[in-house]
């Protein structure tokens, strides 16, 4: 494959590589071992190539392996690496490295100007920016027409309809240009006439050429028949004045052959609101992340079944058809993005399958409508708003007109699909209560794709709570899910018996803390789920200014097993995955067997009780701020011997001073002298009465008292809920019982310095990292799942406790050294004292020890003790 892909490369620059360029050019290495390189074009470019998916590193430094054979006159500037999917370019008298997917090569087409030999004049903008440009030129035009009362379905429907009319007049459905011509020529200056003569070109539009009147105007009979549903429904006509007509004017000014189908429908559907209208470009989903979904999922298996067919021409018919027959489902489609995306990979390699046809000269260069046989209509979506619903079916029809471009471009003819024929079904209806098989029977059906919406279990609102608990036959413990995971569940039950694959994008939450037992344990033993591919966590957002990142999954699953699954891990939110082949994928998305963990009260090893800190319930009234102390002891001399340090995980770990009336021993007659203590012991109970939950109205009768006392007597470790994920250990300290720990820590009185040696180490850290909650990206830990749920190091022998003990308090005492420093400061990756650091380092090795294993990773780390627990837990 290697020949017929760097031919087509250098044919992209209209340079024959046989004319400038050697194919497996034979040279000798270092200790005089033979070698070929891929491609060589002397003095001026080096290439490598490997197969999909192996490392680009190893080409590289395979290329550069192969200078010492070459003369100095020989030697390149250039190195280019490729794997089929993505290419990466070397400058080496720059020292520079571009890295891009083969797709968007015509994208990057400057960047080989030494080949061509001239400096590109083509604009090679990005589609993203282009469709950001489009939405935001829309926005303006709507605002105009929105102002006069248009408004509602109307609206929605008028502007869809403008959206496919302005794409039309620059890609070739339309003569070009002849919608902007006419509204340039033939509206009034002020705008009056628009309204009308829009209306006209939307009835004409929706009518047969021979159903059409016999004395239309010139200009309006160019326009063709376009069917397909767009343009058949009657809609009020818009008034319209000069302003309108500028905006809809410099609409079409617009170069719309440049958008992307798929980002532009997400950011168009942000035009209605005016919130979302302040942030075009927040909402959408980049098409590398759905590349990652549908890579995975179908893509590379197709490209690989089509590479062991092409040279056979009756397999190769055969995956052609195969082709023409799958079908897909976005049950969450919102403006078809991922729909978009998947039909024109499809079309793509569609593409491929005709280029093979004419080189094994069995494709007849007759009518084009013949030579593609993918079509809109295997692709099917459920979305429960009606405007991205609308831009959805349009924004299908325009991805399909840009790939029959792309197909008249390779082959010489034109080829569109007006009138439009049969459209993708995309259905106006709540996904959790439509039954999905009256959308596509799932005998039918090969894929199930999408991104369902992003909503924590505690932000539903009160119909999606409702039909969420349907869908889980209102089972225990359900109402602790995401929103999310309903797809999960109605996917899974659509699935069950078939040989349909799925994937979907989440937050991470579903496959951390309390949700893995509750969601992935019922998918399991009641439909059989098994996990075929997973991407960890890694930031889901676009680069707009102001945009929140979302931390998610890919989770690709089915009711069958698979003899391959696929691993893509992540070495940080931000970086590029790595794929791994592995045996096993558990709900964790680690790599070893299924582990579900419980909600337990106790822990499964005989370790110390860990307890939450107290809750004070007070609305603020028993807490004094440090910069109010010195004010409030003033005024209230006798109350200090009653105030205690507070502590909870902000004070702790960024070094902050906070107090609270702790008043459980009080004589009531001593407090009845107090009126400013009296005073926040009003307020307290007030609050307290205004609560809806009773049993926060019962602890109204002890307003002095915080709302939940768990204090230990004794010296206790402070372990803090919510701490940054970028820490690599999350701090803990100990205090004694005159310090008042909040519910915003857990506690483990009497704890010795083997359990903070054991806490602090990078087995419970590996432990944390998988298994615990998030609040956003932070850690949020539990005493219930990852706590209770550790597996400790087993018959542990005296020696190595003490040595951990020793190393712990090393650490402790290293941490005294800095005494101006917070524990944020000591913490950080990029502030941590190298004191510290090694400190920790030795406490690691301890704790290693007492497992009895060296671990040459993370990810073994956790394979070990997720084997671990199922070994305790099978005991019990």
Known sequence: MKMPFWDGFFDVFGVSRKRVASFEYPVKKLANKQGYIDVLWKGKMLAEHKSRGLSLDKAYNQAKDYFPGLKDVELPRYIVVSDFAVIRLYDLEKDTKEEFLLKDLYKNVDL?????????????????????????????????????GYSGHDLEVFLV?????????????????????????????????????????????????????????????????????????????????????????????????????????????GVMNEKERRQLGAHYTSELNILKVITSLFLDELYIEFDGVKYDPKKLNTFHKKLSELKF????????????????????????????????????LGPTEDMSIVNVNQFYGIEIEEF??????????????????????????????????????????????????????????????????????????????????KVFDNEKGAGNLDFVTA???????????????????????????????????????????????????????????????VYCIIVGFACFETPRKYLYEYKDIKAEPKEKEVKHINAYLAEGEDVFLENRTSPICNVSEMIFGSMPNDDG?????????????????????????????????????????WLVDINPEELRTMPKVLERIEKTKEHRLKSKREATKKLAKTPSLFGEIRQPKSNYLLVPFVSSENREIIPMGYFNS??????????????????????????????????????????????????????????????QKKKVETCAQKV?????????????DLYDPNTMPPELVEAHNNLDRAVDACYGKKFKDKEERIEFLFELYKKYTMIQ
């Open 487 to 549: 797809w999960y569940e109605k996917a899974s039950r659509y699935i069950h018996g078939t040989k349909i694959k799925t994937a979907f994008v989440s937050t991470n939450s579903i496959c951390q803390g309390e949700q893995v037992g509750i969601l992935w344990k019922r998918l399991k033993e009641k439909y059989g789920v098994v996990i075929h591919f997973a991407h960890q966590t890694f930031k889901w957002n676009n680069d707009a200014p102001g945009v929140a990142a």
């Open 812 to 824: 402790l005492i290293v941490r005294l050294q800095f005494p101006d420093s917070s524990l944020a």
């Open 161 to 269: 309809r403008i959206l496919f009319c302005l794409f039309a007049d620059d890609t070739g459905i339309f003569p070009k240009h002849s919608f902007r011509n006419y509204i340039e020529s033939r509206t009034q200056v002020d705008g009056s006439d628009l309204g009308p003569k829009i209306a006209q070109i939307f009835q004409i539009l929706n009518t047969p050429l021979e159903k059409r009147q016999s004395n239309l105007d010139e200009d309006l009979v160019v326009f063709p028949y376009v069917n397909g549903g767009i343009f058949s429904e009657n809609i009020g006509i818009v008034s319209c004045d000069a302003n309108a007509l500028i905006r809809l004017i410099k609409c079409s000014s617009f170069d719309w052959s440049e958008i992307s189908a798929s980002v532009f429908g997400s950011l168009f559907q």
């Open 621 to 661: 009234n028993l807490i004094i701020e440090n910069n109010e102390l010195e004010d409030f002891i003033e005024s209230e001399p006798s109350s200090k011997k009653y105030i205690k340090q507070l502590i909870g995980a902000e004070e702790f770990i960024n070094n902050q001073k906070r107090w609270c009336l």
């Open 738 to 799: 005159e310090v008042i720990a909040t519910n915003r820590v857990a506690v483990v009185p009497d704890a010795s310095l083997y359990t903070f040696g054991v806490l602090t180490s990078i087995m419970h850290m590996t432990w944390v990292n998988r298994v615990c909650g998030r609040l956003e990206s932070r850690y949020n830990y539990s005493i219930n799942i990852v706590y209770n749920n550790f597996p400790w190091p087993e018959n542990v022998k005296d020696e």
């Open 329 to 364: 489902l976005d049950p969450a489609c919102g403006c078809g993005n991922f729909l978009v995306v998947a039909y024109r990979e499809i079309r793509k390699l569609e593409l491929e399958v005709l280029i093979q046809k004419e080189k094994n000269s069995e494709l007849m």
């Open 112 to 148: 080989f100007d030494f080949i061509s030999g001239h400096k590109s004049v083509v604009d090679y903008g990005k589609e993203e920016n282009a469709s950001i440009e489009a939405a935001e030129l829309m926005a303006l035009f709507h605002n105009e027409i929105a102002k006069t």
């Open 388 to 469: 991205p619903t609308l831009i959805a079916r349009v924004a299908m029809y325009l991805v399909d007109h840009q790939m029959n471009n792309e197909l008249s471009k390779l082959f010489g003819k034109i080829y569109a699909r007006i009138p439009l024929r049969e459209p993708a079904t995309i259905v106006n209806a709540d996904a959790l209560t439509i039954d999905w098989e009256s959308v596509v029977p799932k005998n039918k059906l090969s894929y199930i794709l999408g991104n369902p919406p992003f909503v924590g279990a505690r932000l539903m609102e009160k119909q999606q709570k409702e039909n969420f608990l």
